[in-house]
């Protein structure tokens, strides 16, 4: 802090400082906004389209990352009813099923994974539901039995030797949906 004795000649020195201590100290401070601070057009153009531009980028990223989360539950799908039916089939081999002659141990259909079958005197189910198809959105599934052949897109109906969608899409990895 300045001494505020006053000298010969110092007079202005003296109230100068007396001044200054008085808007520092004493008196309440005011704002020091005028009429240019804040944002101009330029500026607001700039912040906004660098936004727009990041929001454009993110897009095509969300978009891939709900294709990635489908194929996910397309692959988790399939397992679960490919080894339900696994299952199934290991229970007749043992001779725990009573089995058609032309099923060769595979089940008729889902539903039967689904409703269970008795083995000793107690029901087994493979399935809890027949899950809902994550590309077509309907739990209508593409069937094959063990005698159609491997690529076959029409059902025998003799038994369900494998599952697969019956979605037309491509796959992220490039390949179709239908031969997973």
Not at 64 to 68: G, N, Y
Not at 107 to 116: A, I
Not at 172 to 180: E, I, N, P, V
């Given at each position: 802090?300045r001494?505020l004795?006053?000298?010969?000649?110092?007079?202005?020195?003296?109230q100068?400082?007396?001044?200054?201590?008085?808007?520092?100290?004493?008196?309440?401070?005011?704002?020091?906004?005028?009429?240019?601070?804040?944002?101009?057009?330029?500026?607001?153009?700039?912040c906004?389209?660098?936004?727009?531009?990041?929001?454009?980028?993110?897009?095509?990223?969300?978009r891939?990352?709900?294709?990635?989360q489908r194929?996910?539950?397309l692959?988790?799908?399939?397992?679960?009813?490919r080894?339900?039916?696994?299952k199934?089939k290991?229970?007749?081999?043992?001779?725990?099923?009573?089995?058609?002659?032309?099923?060769m141990g595979y089940?008729?259909?889902?539903?039967?994974?689904?409703?269970?079958?008795d083995?000793?005197?107690?029901?087994?189910?493979?399935?809890?539901e027949?899950?809902?198809?994550?590309?077509t959105?309907t739990?209508?599934?593409g069937?094959?039995s063990?005698?159609d052949?491997?690529?076959?897109?029409?059902?025998?109906g003799q038994?369900?030797?494998?599952?697969?969608?019956?979605?037309d899409?491509?796959?992220?990895?490039?390949?179709?949906?239908?031969?997973?």
């Open positions: 802090m001494c004795v006053k000298r010969k000649g110092s007079r202005d020195k003296a100068g400082s007396r001044r200054w201590l008085r808007g520092r100290f004493l008196e309440p401070r005011t704002s020091n906004l005028g009429p240019d601070s804040g944002l101009t057009l330029v500026e607001l153009i700039i906004v389209t660098i936004i727009s531009i990041l929001a454009c980028a993110a897009l095509p990223v969300a891939f990352q709900v294709k990635r194929e996910r539950e692959r988790r799908d399939l397992w679960e009813m080894d339900a039916i696994d199934y290991d229970a007749s081999d043992r001779g725990g099923i009573q089995i058609k002659l032309d099923s089940p008729t259909d889902l539903q039967t994974l689904v409703d269970g079958v083995i000793e005197d107690k029901k087994v189910r493979f399935l809890r027949i899950p809902v198809d994550p590309m959105k739990n209508e599934w069937l094959r063990n005698q052949d491997a690529d076959s897109t029409s059902w025998g038994n369900v030797f494998d599952v697969y969608t019956k979605s899409g491509t796959a992220l990895d490039g390949t179709k949906y239908s031969t997973w």
